[in-house]
C-alpha cells in the first residue's frame, strides 16, 4: 500500500487499519513527514488521539518500527492527550533534540498531569549530562528548568515531586536540601519521589536513612527504597533487603529481588539462586532474570546461569 492511499484510509474516521499497518509511517523521509502532517490537520481529534495512542502501542511490540519523527511532532499539539502519549512514545529517546520541546511543556500553562509528563521525560537526560553524553548548556538548561519549577511553590505538588525525581542526578546541594525537605513531608507521594530520588543521586551518604525506611509500614516507601538501594548499589544493603523477599507485598517483593541483583555480589547471588530453587514461580522467574544479569555484568559472554 502506498503511503497516500494509506494516509487517506487513516484519515477517515470510520476507515479500519490493522495493527500491522502502521509499518507504513515507521521511519519517514521528511517529504513522507509533510505529506502525514498535511494530513494530520484534517484528522478529528478522536481519531488523533487514536492514531498516536495505536503508534505507542505498536512500537512497544515492535522495536524494529521508528516512529521518532511522528512522536517529535506531536510534542506540538495543542491537545493534551496527543501531548501525552507523544511523550510515552518518546521514552527511550535520548537525542538532544527533544530538550528543548519538553522544557517548553513543562514551563507551559498545560494541566498540571501533562507539565509532570514532561518532567518525567527531561529524567533521563540528566543522568546523560553526567555521563558526559550532552552538552553542558543542555544541562544548565535542564537544571535551571526542574529547580525553577521544584522551588515554585504554586506549582501542582506533582509536577513539583516529578521535577525532584527527574533533577536529583545532578546532586547539588539545593537539591539535596531539597529531598530532605521532601523527605520531611507528611504527604506521601512526595515523600515517595523525595526516597526514589535519593537513589538518582548516586550519593551512599543517604543510605543509612533508606536502610531505616526498608521498614516503613508502608508498602509504597518500602518499595521505593528497595529500588532506591538498588541504585545506589551498595553491597552493605543486601542484608537489609533480604527480609523484603518475604514481604506481605508482592510488589516489594519483586522490588527487593531486582534491588539484589542490580547491587550483586557474592551474598545477592546467593541468595537469588535460593528464591530460585525455593521461591514461588513468579518470585523465581524474577530471581533468575536478576541472576542471569549479574552474570553478564561480571561475564559479558555468559549467557545462561545454573539454577
Given at each position: 500500500?502506498?503511503?497516500?492511499?494509506?494516509?487517506?484510509?487513516?484519515?477517515?474516521?470510520?476507515?479500519?487499519v490493522a495493527a500491522g499497518d502502521f509499518i507504513e509511517?515507521?521511519?519517514?523521509?521528511?517529504?513522507?513527514?509533510?505529506?502525514?502532517?498535511?494530513?494530520?490537520?484534517?484528522?478529528?481529534?478522536?481519531?488523533?488521539?487514536?492514531?498516536v495512542g495505536s503508534l505507542v502501542e505498536a512500537a512497544?511490540?515492535?522495536?524494529?518500527?521508528?516512529?521518532?519523527?511522528?512522536?517529535?511532532?506531536?510534542?506540538?499539539?495543542?491537545?493534551?492527550?496527543?501531548?501525552?502519549?507523544?511523550?510515552?512514545?518518546?521514552?527511550?529517546?535520548?537525542?538532544?533534540?527533544?530538550?528543548?520541546?519538553?522544557?517548553?511543556?513543562?514551563?507551559?500553562?498545560?494541566?498540571?498531569?501533562?507539565?509532570?509528563?514532561?518532567?518525567?521525560?527531561?529524567?533521563?537526560?540528566?543522568?546523560?549530562?553526567?555521563?558526559?553524553?550532552?552538552?553542558?548548556?543542555?544541562?544548565?538548561?535542564?537544571?535551571?528548568?526542574?529547580?525553577?519549577?521544584?522551588?515554585?511553590?504554586?506549582?501542582?505538588?506533582?509536577?513539583?515531586?516529578?521535577?525532584?525525581?527527574?533533577?536529583?542526578?545532578?546532586?547539588?546541594?539545593?537539591?539535596?536540601?531539597?529531598?530532605?525537605w521532601a523527605y520531611e513531608s507528611s504527604d506521601l507521594?512526595?515523600?515517595?519521589?523525595?526516597?526514589?530520588?535519593?537513589?538518582?543521586?548516586?550519593?551512599?551518604?543517604?543510605?543509612?536513612?533508606?536502610?531505616?525506611?526498608?521498614?516503613?509500614?508502608?508498602?509504597?516507601?518500602?518499595?521505593?527504597?528497595?529500588?532506591?538501594?538498588?541504585?545506589?548499589?551498595?553491597?552493605?544493603?543486601?542484608?537489609?533487603?533480604?527480609?523484603?523477599?518475604?514481604?506481605?507485598?508482592?510488589?516489594?517483593?519483586?522490588?527487593?529481588?531486582?534491588?539484589?541483583?542490580?547491587?550483586?555480589?557474592?551474598?545477592?547471588?546467593?541468595?537469588?539462586?535460593?528464591?530460585?530453587?525455593?521461591?514461588?514461580?513468579?518470585?523465581?522467574?524474577?530471581?533468575?532474570?536478576?541472576?542471569?544479569?549479574?552474570?553478564?555484568?561480571?561475564?559479558?559472554?555468559?549467557?545462561?546461569?545454573?539454577?
Open positions: 500500500m502506498s503511503l497516500e492511499l494509506f494516509l487517506e484510509n487513516l484519515s477517515d474516521p470510520s476507515g479500519e509511517l515507521s521511519d519517514l523521509t521528511p517529504e513522507e513527514l509533510g505529506s502525514f502532517a498535511r494530513a494530520w490537520f484534517d484528522i478529528p481529534l478522536d481519531r488523533q488521539r487514536w492514531i512497544e511490540d515492535n522495536a524494529e518500527l521508528d516512529f521518532i519523527a511522528l512522536f517529535k511532532m506531536f510534542l506540538k499539539d495543542q491537545d493534551e492527550d496527543v501531548l501525552e502519549k507523544a511523550m510515552e512514545g518518546l521514552w527511550e529517546h535520548e537525542d538532544r533534540s527533544i530538550i528543548s520541546g519538553l522544557i517548553q511543556i513543562l514551563r507551559s500553562e498545560k494541566s498540571s498531569p501533562v507539565r509532570a509528563a514532561a518532567a518525567v521525560a527531561l529524567g533521563k537526560f540528566p543522568v546523560l549530562v553526567q555521563e558526559g553524553k550532552l552538552l553542558p548548556k543542555d544541562g544548565d538548561s535542564i537544571h535551571e528548568t526542574l529547580m525553577e519549577v521544584l522551588k515554585d511553590p504554586d506549582q501542582h505538588i506533582e509536577v513539583r515531586r516529578r521535577s525532584l525525581e527527574a533533577v536529583a542526578p545532578f546532586n547539588t546541594s539545593d537539591i539535596n536540601e531539597l529531598l530532605s507521594k512526595l515523600k515517595s519521589s523525595s526516597i526514589y530520588a535519593m537513589g538518582r543521586t548516586g550519593e551512599p551518604t543517604w543510605l543509612p536513612l533508606l536502610l531505616k525506611e526498608l521498614d516503613n509500614r508502608e508498602p509504597t516507601i518500602r518499595f521505593e527504597t528497595a529500588h532506591a538501594c538498588g541504585e545506589l548499589g551498595e553491597e552493605d544493603a543486601v542484608p537489609h533487603l533480604i527480609p523484603l523477599l518475604q514481604d506481605d507485598d508482592f510488589q516489594v517483593q519483586l522490588a527487593g529481588i531486582k534491588a539484589l541483583g542490580k547491587i550483586g555480589g557474592p551474598l545477592a547471588k546467593k541468595v537469588l539462586l535460593h528464591t530460585v530453587k525455593e521461591g514461588d514461580a513468579v518470585l523465581e522467574d524474577a530471581a533468575r532474570d536478576e541472576l542471569q544479569n549479574i552474570e553478564l555484568l561480571e561475564d559479558p559472554m555468559a549467557f545462561s546461569t545454573e539454577a
